[in-house]
């Protein structure tokens, strides 16, 4: 009888699932919505990493609404630099949809054009736009870098 | 089941006298009308669709009838314009008895209301009879088509027709109403010329009304075919239901008594009674047995017990020492294994909140996936490269990931991915319906030792009562025993006698599930044997038609009749915007008139008559309906009528129409409105 292990074999390399919010297109969005948000529709990339931090995860969108009003508690909040946004800034800026001078990050005609596409889509990405209607219009700088300077302590 | 004509008449009173126009039909068979343009022929399609009380097929409106100013208003005759007083429009009807009637309805009447119709039990137009019994119906107000004064309840009983109930968005069902079937009978100028059954009552609101109507014309199986599966599986629904909550309601009761059902199965089985048989468990503080097990255990006890007098304490001193030790060891076994089964429990618990929570995440991400769809759409709306793999600096392919771009394996597609979180949340939910399982049977077994630790502490609490009472009392210990026996005894029969109950319930639902079922098995199929065959009939018919016709936008042999909507199709689409205006109305032609081909052979609800008001001549100067005359002149010798209204001038019509055998009707260079004879 054949030895049933004694047979010709290859190994294929199967693709791995990944995050939705690794895909590009969802960081893309997700950071010309903040960049939307915020005041003059600019930001420094310390500002974006922060937003994209909290509008990750429910527990992080609590923290961060809680240093903004200014009643942290002493167990929350670590703010996570991911370089995933570092590569999506990147892609969007390849693409045109956002530019960067030095620190700052400034939204394009394009991005505009692509989150004003994005928000008459009423079924797509609900949670983070609630989220960041809830921030209020225009976020400041300085409502964001309390939150950095409060890391910092 | 037939309807023909006998005789149309629209009578119109003004202060020059009577007025009207008068159409009169001699027998079945082919018949042409011909009138110029604007002289008045669409007026009299309408004001038969107005006598017949289905204008609701022309409009929603209930104020105004929907017909020209002519008999509404005014009319010009000779270079004058003459104002309406008073207009009504009669028509004489024959049905398959040979049954006739004459029914009537006002237009524009300071005495007569428009929603009535009076009916002649004869023919009062084509006979000076005078002898003729009136009665009057009702029309387009509630009931008109179910109240016995109602017109059209009257009407379809004259025709022959039992009509069908049919579903709605909202409400109740109600009869297929004649305005849903009657376009497939009566094609007036206006808007009957852009598809088959383009003018439906859709106000109705009722379900899939195109299809029903041509279901009940072609008398096809398959509506109660549908109907019967639906009613069939709402009550297995309904089946299901009360076996859910006769199961539901058991396994509650039996809980509170610290007992478990098991081999009861959640949804209805066919077959009773059930394999394995259902059982009822009972825990005794160290193991589950049967409840008949359980029961017979404790009566033997009891009856030893009964069997000898209550001891007194000093007689039983030594056996209540004896007892109280062992109860002490079994308490004490007893707490350590409840302690333990705490743990299992949290254990359990914990595993169970993370497998919510991972479903809980991988659902998120699914919405994400979702969300990235959409965002796909918008990234290539404006033409982004990432959307496509590329970069967008240099235009090299890229991974569809933000994580190192020679990070090892590649990334799965979009579909891929979503079709790999959908299975992970199937596995999850399947793992967390496990774990829900155990954990229910763990709360059972605590409840249970819970239980028989309060009996224990109870019974040790006795004891040391008794050996620490008075010698001459009766032992405390002993007597408590029996009550406890007695209790379970007691616990023992009500649980038994809920299952006895549950299993009474379940076995009269079984019966009703396996005779639902095996009714539902056997309406194979959507249609039967005669209705495929008489679709077969349609289709032939409509093929052969369509060749003859000269129809050019498609092959007709790639034609057919969809078995879905019995309507034609091609490769699988409606047949009407590829089609040019002219092949639209030979397709009409074809369709209506191979309906009327079928009811030559077989067994339908088709009344026989077809009535077309020829479309506006600008839609149809190309279309000759030489070989569709010739073709409809077969209508006579079954006793059909086609009724074709037309404007084509006469020499073409004499030309077209030589050695068709058909009534000629023509109203040579006048307005059809003219004085009317007495």
Known sequence: MQDPLNVPFDFVRRPTPVLATLRPEWRIASLLLTLYQCWGNRATRRQLHVLNWALRTPEARQAFVHVIAGNLRPDEAIVRFDPVVDRALQFASGELLVITSGEMVFLTGKGEQFVKLLMKQKECMVVEKKFLASLGRKLTQVQVDAFLTLEAK | ?678
């Open chain 2, 1 to 678: 089941m037939s309807l023909r004509l006998r005789q149309i008449e629209i009578r119109i009173s003004t202060l020059r006298g009577r007025f009207g126009t008068r159409l009169h039909f001699d027998s079945s068979g082919l018949v042409i009308v011909r009138a110029k343009n604007t002289s008045g022929k669409s007026t009299c399609v309408q004001s038969l669709i107005y006598a017949l009380g289905l204008e609701a097929m022309l409009t929603v409106n209930q104020q105004v009838p929907p017909l020209q100013y002519a008999v509404l208003s005014r009319f010009q005759y000779k270079n004058e314009e003459i104002r309406v007083d008073e207009s009504e429009v009669l028509v004489e009807l024959e049905n398959g008895s040979g049954e006739i009637i004459t029914i009537q309805r006002a237009i524009v009447s300071s005495t007569k209301k428009t929603n009535l119709i009076s009916v002649w039990n004869g023919p009062m137009l084509t006979q000076k009879d005078t002898n003729l019994e009136r009665s009057d119906y009702f029309v387009r107000v509630e009931g008109a088509a179910q109240r016995p004064l109602g017109f059209h309840t009257f009407l379809a009983a004259f025709l022959g027709w039992k009509l069908p109930a049919v579903s709605r968005f909202d409400g109740p069902d109600v009869p297929l109403y004649l305005e849903c079937i009657f376009p497939l009978f009566v094609i007036e100028q206006k808007h009957g010329w852009s598809g088959i059954q383009s003018r439906m009552p859709t106000h109705f609101r009722i379900r899939e009304m195109g299809k029903r109507a041509i279901e009940f014309v072609l008398k096809l199986d398959s509506y109660r075919i549908a109907a019967d599966r639906q009613r069939l599986r709402e009550q297995l629904n309904s089946v299901s239901n009360r076996w859910e909550r006769v199961v539901t309601e058991v396994n509650a009761r039996a809980g509170a008594f610290g007992a478990v059902i098991r081999n009861i199965p959640p949804t209805p089985r066919v077959g009773w009674p059930l394999v394995p048989p259902p059982q009822c468990l009972v825990f005794d503080g160290k193991e589950w047995e049967s409840v008949q097990l359980a029961t017979t255990r404790v009566s033997d006890r009891l009856r030893e017990l009964s069997a000898i007098e209550v001891p007194t304490i000093s007689e039983d001193a030594s056996r209540v020492t004896e007892a109280l030790r062992a109860a002490q060891k079994e308490l004490a076994s007893l707490e350590v294994a409840m302690a333990r089964a705490n743990q299992d429990n949290e254990v359990e618990e914990s595993q169970n909140g993370s497998i919510r929570e991972r479903i809980r995440a991988l659902e998120a991400d699914l919405q994400n996936y979702q969300d990235l769809k959409r965002l796909r759409d918008i990234g290539s709306d404006l033409n982004l490269s990432v959307v496509t793999g590329r970069c967008p600096t240099c235009e090299q392919e890229i991974n569809d990931v933000l994580l190192p771009q020679a990070a090892a394996a590649p990334p799965m597609s979009f579909e891929e991915n979503i079709k790999f979180i959908a299975g992970q949340i199937s596995a999850f939910s399947t793992m967390l319906s496990d774990s829900e399982r155990v954990l229910e049977g763990r709360r059972r077994s605590m409840t249970a030792i819970r239980a028989r630790l309060q009996e224990l502490r109870a019974s040790i609490r006795a004891y040391r009562q008794a050996l620490t009472s008075p010698e001459k009392n009766a032992s405390a210990g002993a007597v408590r025993e029996r009550m406890v026996l007695e209790a379970n005894i007691h616990t023992y029969e009500s649980v038994s006698d809920l299952l006895d109950t549950a299993l009474d319930a379940l076995g009269t639902l079984a019966r009703e599930y396996e005779e639902y079922s095996s009714a539902m098995e056997q309406l194979k199929g959507d249609t039967s044997g005669q209705d495929e065959s008489k679709l077969q009939a349609l289709q032939l018919s409509f093929v052969s038609q369509l060749k003859q016709y000269g129809f050019s936008s498609l092959s007709p042999s790639l034609l057919r009749i969809s078995r879905d909507t019995f309507r034609p199709v091609y490769e699988g689409f409606d047949l009407g915007f590829n089609l040019s205006a002219s092949d639209m109305i030979r397709t009409i032609w074809s369709y209506l008139y191979g309906l009327m081909e079928v009811a030559r052979t077989a067994d339908t609800n088709h009344l026989g008559l077809l009535v077309l008001d020829e479309p506006r001549q600008q839609q149809a100067d190309k279309v000759s309906f030489a070989e569709f005359a010739r073709r409809a002149a077969g209508a006579k010798a079954v006793g059909q009528q086609v009724i074709f209204l037309t404007s084509e001038d006469h020499e073409t019509l004499s030309s077209m129409l030589a050695g068709v055998d058909h009534q000629y009707i023509d109203f040579v260079g006048e307005k059809m409105i003219q004085p009317l004879g007495i």
